[in-house]
């Protein structure tokens, strides 16, 4: 079966210090991978995406992603984490024969200043 | 930027009442997506649509549940019989193409059944 798993409820981390959070995938074939923020009270906003090439893809707000075959593993990261990037962040895993995103269970990312 | 938009923000309904939530989702896009999200848990992929029918479901997804694109700009999802466990944030969701281009979320409408 298909799943996605965000091993950490909640993150946290000093402002200016560099941050990760943890995707691990398990989905047959070559899936695309995403992740996506949700601030509160708000829609699940877009931050970037792996499909093919360049295992490291850069996206919104300074994030980055590196996908990783053979730990079937897309973390996120940031360089240097701004208390603004406090907020919910979910992994999502597509295979490539169907439509729909399996989503993680989400991750609480709090920046302290 | 364009946007996808969710009305209402907040659905109270009792339980055994209709439903129907309205997203108008973004003007060129053409794919379209209804996901929910029982509150402290994972979201979950409800349906899919594509040129005027359903392209994919979940198992959620059952005879309760319905999507209609009644004049090419709204997207809705009705709940025939709303159960306690309906209870939920709706997302509305649409995307350019089936490529992988992102989808664009509206902010969601929150049901509460009672």
């Known amino acids: 079966a298909q799943s996605v798993a965000q091993p950490e409820d909640q993150v946290n981390v000093a402002e200016g210090n560099p941050l990760t959070v943890k995707c691990t995938y398990s989905?047959?074939?070559?899936?695309?991978l995403f992740w996506y923020v949700q601030y509160p009270n708000r829609g699940l906003q877009f931050l970037l995406k792996y499909i093919t090439g360049d295992n490291l893809v850069k996206g919104s707000y300074g994030f980055e992603a590196e996908f990783n075959k053979s730990q079937t593993s897309f973390h996120l990261k940031k360089p240097s984490a701004l208390v603004s990037d406090s907020a919910l962040y979910f992994c999502a895993v597509r295979a490539p024969e169907n439509y729909q995103l399996i989503w993680g269970a989400g991750t609480k990312l709090i920046i302290k200043p | 930027e364009p946007e996808v938009t969710q009305t209402p923000s907040h659905q109270v309904t009792q339980m055994g009442q209709e439903v129907i939530l309205r997203c108008v989702p973004i003007?060129?896009?053409?794919?379209f997506y209804w996901y929910r999200q029982i509150l402290g848990q994972k979201v979950e992929f409800l349906v899919s649509?594509?040129?005027?029918?359903?392209?994919?479901k979940s198992e959620i997804f059952d005879d309760q549940f319905s999507v209609e694109r009644p004049d090419g700009s709204n997207f809705t999802l009705k709940i025939r019989s709303t159960k306690l466990e309906d209870s939920a944030m709706y997302f509305c969701a649409s995307q350019r193409g089936g490529d992988n281009s992102p989808l664009h979320f509206g902010n969601g409408t929150r049901l509460t059944v009672t």
């Open positions: 989905v047959s074939g070559n899936p695309y």
């Open positions: 649509f594509y040129n005027n029918e359903i392209s994919e």
């Open positions: 003007s060129n896009h053409l794919y």
